[in-house]
């Protein structure tokens, strides 16, 4: 069989096994309308309801009104005095030198790695991280890489003990190999921080650059939402922070925020914005909004950690293992992939959208029902979906799961 017609052949197979998602006919509030039904919303990312928040409609269609829809490439006529004022607003925000906008997190992380590092450099990352992070390294080519056992402190030395031996030998043209540190802030399967303080520790003893891909601890951690870096005390020592613009800010796109000079090269260089379409004028005028929100009160980043609390009191009194999570992400850990695609499945008949996550998106063995919560939820809300939580509990009658941490069959950063 011809090479063309054989592909089409197995894409014509892989057809019987597709799977199409829900398909949501409201704004991603609280709650989600879907095939006219309302469903508790247990699985966005919108952490503080930014999605539905009136101050950031209502910002996006005045500037449409003044400014009309779309911009262009930012090097030729797409750089909107919008843009500059929220890449400003973003810098002062997190308290860093300057910052430069994407149109997502996951080209902000391509750009990132791609653009400051060669395929002679070094990159040393979290086995754990997200695809965009791991797919970075890819674009970039770069070819001497390691990979670290999840959060291990230990391990990771070992690997910069490896890179520094690398580094001795210069690259073609004379210079040393740079050396980079690459990790999540916040795991998205899991909830879990990085021990960041001693990565920071590490990388300083090594000479290694930082990059940390805070886009589940934007809006989240830190002083009013100010990240990660923000919450462990680290302003100004990690190198590189990456943020998302389209889960705790609801709208869309990313960021890099680093010092001046590093920004200025990302500028000039990064070719995922020099080749790409910037962010429309209502998405920037709502980002901006957004973050002005975030400066003015602590309201919402406070009212999210209350009902972050409240749930994870709720499910461990009722005997669910919630694994070792310390953010608004709660994995409900069911083991068995079957059973959390049946358990995702009747709660949504009781009302309650929660997504079953199963391998390759984590282990074998370690499949669960993440729930990832959100300010705009009240507790009457919260309480709703521990009932169903509950009552699909005593129908499955799941026991806990027990060596849930994580193993090497999922894809690392290779």
């Known amino acids: 069989?011809?090479?063309?017609?054989?592909?089409?052949?197995?894409?014509?197979?892989?057809?019987?096994?597709?799977?199409?998602?829900?398909?949501?006919?409201?704004?991603?509030?609280?709650?989600?309308?879907?095939?006219?039904?309302?469903?508790?919303?247990?699985?966005?990312?919108?952490?503080?309801?930014?999605?539905?928040?009136?101050?950031?409609?209502?910002?996006?269609?005045?500037?449409?009104?003044?400014?009309?829809?779309?911009?262009?490439?930012?090097?030729?006529?797409?750089?909107?005095?919008?843009?500059?004022?929220?890449?400003?607003?973003?810098?002062?925000?997190?308290?860093?030198?300057?910052?430069?906008?994407?149109?997502?997190?996951?080209?902000?992380?391509?750009?990132?790695?791609?653009?400051?590092?060669?395929?002679?450099?070094?990159?040393?990352?979290?086995?754990?991280?997200?695809?965009?992070?791991?797919?970075?390294?890819?674009?970039?080519?770069v070819k001497n890489k390691f990979v670290y056992a999840h959060s291990d402190m230990s391990d990771l030395e070992k690997k910069l003990i490896a890179?520094?031996?690398?580094?001795?030998?210069?690259?073609?043209?004379?210079?040393?190999?740079?050396?980079?540190?690459?990790?999540?802030?916040?795991?998205?399967?899991?909830?879990?921080?990085?021990?960041?303080?001693?990565?920071?520790?590490?990388?300083?003893?090594?000479?290694?650059?930082?990059?940390?891909?805070?886009?589940?601890?934007?809006?989240?951690?830190?002083?009013g939402g100010r990240g990660v870096v923000n919450h462990f005390g680290l302003d100004g020592e990690v190198d590189i922070e990456i943020g998302s613009l389209s889960k705790a800010f609801s709208v869309m796109g990313g960021f890099i925020a680093a010092k001046q000079p590093l920004i200025d090269l990302y500028m000039m260089s990064a070719r995922q914005r020099l080749m790409s379409i910037a962010l429309t004028v209502p998405d920037t005028a709502a980002l901006l909004e957004a973050v002005k929100m975030l400066g003015e009160s602590e309201e919402l980043v406070q009212k999210l950690w209350w009902n972050v609390n409240h749930l994870r009191a709720g499910f461990t009194e009722?005997?669910?293992?919630?694994?070792?999570?310390?953010?608004?992400?709660?994995?409900?850990?069911?083991?068995?992939?079957?059973?959390?695609?049946?358990?995702?499945?009747?709660?949504?008949?009781?009302?309650?959208?929660?997504?079953?996550?199963?391998?390759?998106?984590v282990p074998r063995g370690t499949a669960r029902v993440r729930v990832i919560v959100s300010a705009s939820f009240s507790k009457e809300d919260c309480d709703a979906g521990l009932a169903a939580f509950a009552k699909v509990k005593a129908e499955l009658a799941p026991r806990p799961v027990a060596g849930t941490e994580k193993k090497a069959d999922v894809e690392a950063a290779g």
């Open 1 to 141: 069989m011809a090479a063309t017609a054989q592909m089409w052949s197995k894409l014509r197979a892989a057809q019987a096994h597709k799977t199409l998602p829900r398909v949501i006919n409201s704004g991603q509030g609280s709650h989600l309308t879907i095939d006219g039904k309302p469903y508790l919303n247990f699985c966005s990312s919108h952490y503080l309801g930014f999605a539905v928040e009136p101050r950031l409609k209502r910002a996006a269609q005045d500037a449409i009104e003044v400014h009309g829809l779309g911009t262009g490439y930012r090097t030729l006529s797409g750089t909107h005095a919008l843009h500059l004022e929220l890449e400003s607003a973003i810098a002062e925000f997190k308290g860093t030198e300057a910052a430069v906008c994407f149109t997502s997190a996951y080209s902000a992380n391509a750009s990132a790695v791609q653009t400051l590092l060669s395929k002679d450099d070094i990159v040393i990352s979290d086995q754990l991280n997200h695809a965009s992070v791991i797919d970075a390294v890819r674009v970039a080519g």
């Open 318 to 361: 009722l005997g669910f293992d919630i694994g070792n999570s310390e953010t608004p992400i709660i994995p409900v850990m069911l083991g068995d992939e079957d059973l959390a695609k049946a358990f995702s499945a009747r709660l949504f008949e009781e009302g309650v959208f929660a997504s079953p996550i199963v391998f390759p998106m």
């Open 163 to 223: 890179a520094n031996e690398l580094q001795k030998t210069p690259k073609p043209n004379g210079e040393h190999p740079l050396i980079m540190i690459l990790t999540d802030g916040v795991f998205s399967m899991d909830g879990d921080l990085a021990p960041l303080p001693k990565i920071v520790e590490l990388a300083k003893k090594h000479d290694a650059l930082t990059l940390v891909d805070d886009a589940h601890g934007e809006g989240v951690l830190g002083k």
